[in-house]
């Protein structure tokens, strides 16, 4: 027979549980994204939504303020919002912030749009032709002249490459279908990708852009509750009161990705990778320098893949290296070094392929590593190539091919003066008593001499 008190008390666990989960705080998680939309930027906001879904998060709020970003980034974070279970709300703060061209598109994809008073949001057009990784760039101003009061039928045929028009249409049909999704403006979603034009937030409410303009976080939140925000699996309404706010602070992975990921980091990992491995090769079984090169060419290797890479600057920047390399090997009276420096500053100059500031490589470190490696390559490489070839002139190596004369006449053995001192000397031929003699070996304390002719 089975005892009541057990059965009473997973009946009373069940019933105290079922009253926790009913009387727990809603949670709001909370995130802040400054500055450029990045490869470390995704991998911050992707990791942090899973844990926010993990953890039953009722909403994901973003604090954003950026000029813009990568385009591969950019569709990484939309794809994992679109995904979503849980509501995911964009809010440009505080005020003077901006979302800018990639903000647009992330604005357009969210679940709830918010702006803070005296910002803005726009400029969406890409201007660098690079493939997948296409980067957005930071806002202009818009074009003057009569082109915003005419409609989509008047507009004039976008001029450029036929690449640029792939690109710019691919962007349009982009943002046009984010908008439809979330029942936005889609004209001046286009508009933002073509003529590159701007909005406040008061406008932006006014024209359907956004869906709310609020003076901060906890204001946001008030406006939240209650909402019935439309899901992938349907729908949900918010009940936010007494909310559990969560704010998530970067750790160690996205400090570490964002700090290789800068095309300067990365740039000056690539350059101590090529020349550990150049001083590992010239003096093999150092170990320091080869172990250090593995490890930053590795990690180079990694940022470079994430970040927009001309692969043609990269093979201009290893082809100046193996002429300046060469140049010490074999001197051609500066052609191949001066060649080699040239094709490794044009290659470092057009490394990255984009448009955006934050992703060019800074000139002043280009001429110094340039600086650097001529000097390097062209001189202390040479001299030390050159060090190598030279005689040796102390210890025994450099008494072999030295001038001796003969004390005597023999045959076999005798006595010679060699290096301003007396030695025994063999031969294999008879010598005469003043005879000049070649020294060709030492064994000993004895020398081995042959007549110099």
């Known amino acids: ?22 009387n727990a705080a809603p949670q709001v998680w909370v995130m802040e994204l400054e500055g450029a939309i990045s490869p470390a930027t995704a991998d911050f906001f992707l990791s942090s939504l899973d844990d926010a879904r993990a953890a039953g998060a009722s909403v994901f709020i973003v604090r954003l303020d950026t000029p813009g970003g990568l385009d591969s980034a950019m569709r990484d974070m939309i794809k994992e919002i679109l995904a979503s279970p849980i509501p995911v709300v964009f809010y440009v703060a505080p005020n003077g912030s901006r979302a800018a061209s990639a903000g647009t598109y992330l604005l357009y994809a969210s679940h709830v ?17 690079g493939g997948p990784s296409s980067p957005f760039p930071t806002p202009s ?22 690449m640029e028009r792939k690109v710019i249409n691919d962007a349009v049909a982009y943002i ?24 406040t937030a008061k406008d932006a409410l006014e024209e ?10 906890d204001a946001l939140i008030a406006a939240l509750d209650g909402r019935t925000i439309a899901l992938n699996g349907g729908s949900v309404t918010l009940e936010l009161a007494d909310a559990e706010i969560t704010r998530l602070e970067p ?32 003096n093999p079984g150092m170990g320091v320098p ?44 500066g052609v191949l070094g001066v060649g080699g420096a040239i094709a490794f500053v044009i290659g470092s100059i057009i490394l990255m392929d984009t448009d955006l500031p934050a992703y060019q490589i800074s000139v002043p470190i280009i001429a110094a590593f340039a600086a650097s490696s001529v000097g390097i390559f062209l001189f202390a490489l040479g001299a030390a190539i050159k060090a190598r070839q030279t005689r040796v002139v ?18 076999g053995r005798g006595q010679v003066r060699a290096f301003g001192e007396i030695w025994q000397a063999d031969t294999s031929q008879p010598v005469n008593k003043g005879s000049k003699l070649k020294v060709t070996g030492i064994d000993g304390l004895i020398l081995k001499v042959e007549p110099e002719d």
């Open 208 to 217: 359907n852009v956004i869906d709310l303009v609020v003076d901060d976080l």
């Open 141 to 162: 101003a818009p074009p003057s002249g009569e082109e915003d009061n005419k409609d989509e039928s008047e507009q004039q045929p976008l001029e450029g490459t036929a």
């Open 394 to 411: 102390t210890g025994k190596e450099s008494m072999v091919g030295g001038v001796a004369l003969a004390l005597g006449d023999f045959e």
């Open 290 to 333: 080869g172990v250090t090169g593995v490890i930053c060419l590795l990690l180079a290797a990694y940022a470079l893949q994430m970040l927009p890479v001309n692969y043609a600057g990269l093979a201009l920047m290893l082809v100046g290296i193996g002429l300046m390399v060469a140049e010490a090997f074999t001197p051609s009276f």
């Open 251 to 282: 750790g160690w992975r996205y400090e570490f990705l964002a700090l290789i990921t800068d095309p300067n980091v990365a740039y000056i990992l690539l350059m101590i990778g090529i020349y550990g491995l150049i001083l590992e090769f010239y």
């Open 1 to 22: 027979m089975v005892e009541p008190k057990p059965i009473m008390a997973i009946f009373f666990a069940l019933l105290l549980t079922a009253a926790a989960s009913v």
């Open 113 to 129: 749009a918010a702006m803070a008073p005296a910002t803005n949001l726009g400029s969406a057009t890409p201007v660098s032709i």
């Open 176 to 199: 046009r279908g984010l908008a439809n999704l979330r029942g936005r403006n889609a004209d001046w979603a286009e508009k933002a990708v073509r003529e590159a034009v701007n909005l």
